[in-house]
């Protein structure tokens, strides 16, 4: 895979990388996600990512949570939603080294 094919999303103190694949937006291991949920945050993400580090897909490492391997999600929006631990748009908070949404790139 060549680097310009990963897409990023940051957060407050946090980056994740990811790519587009056929089974769907893959998050990479090592991306980082924010500790907490926004109030807002839905209960099927929130849920998610409770099942994720029960499953010890995710880690809890210091003021982290960090992916122990690579996961594949459904969709770039629930992708980005667990890792920002709030609801997000995928296809516009996923970018490229360029600053190129996967909408942008992948919608065509």
């Known amino acids: 895979m060549k680097k310009s094919d990963i897409f990023i999303i940051r957060g407050k103190g946090i980056i994740a990388e990811g790519d587009l694949i056929a089974e769907g937006f893959v998050v990479f ?5 924010k500790k907490q949920t926004t109030p807002s945050c839905h209960v099927y ?3 998610l990512r409770q099942k994720l580090i029960s499953d010890n897909i995710i880690l809890n490492i210091g003021n982290k ?16 939603g667990v890792v920002l631990g709030r609801s997000t748009n995928g296809w ?3 970018k490229n080294k360029d600053g190129k949404t996967l909408s942008d790139l992948k919608r065509k």
Do not use: C, H, R
């Not at 291991?29 to 996600?33: A, V």
């Not at 122990?68 to 629930?78: A, K, R």
């Open 29 to 33: 291991k090592g991306s980082e996600l």
């Open 45 to 47: 993400l929130k849920a």
């Open 65 to 80: 949570l960090i992916f122990n391997e690579d996961y594949v999600f459904n969709s770039p929006s629930t992708a980005g």
């Open 92 to 94: 516009t908070q996923w």
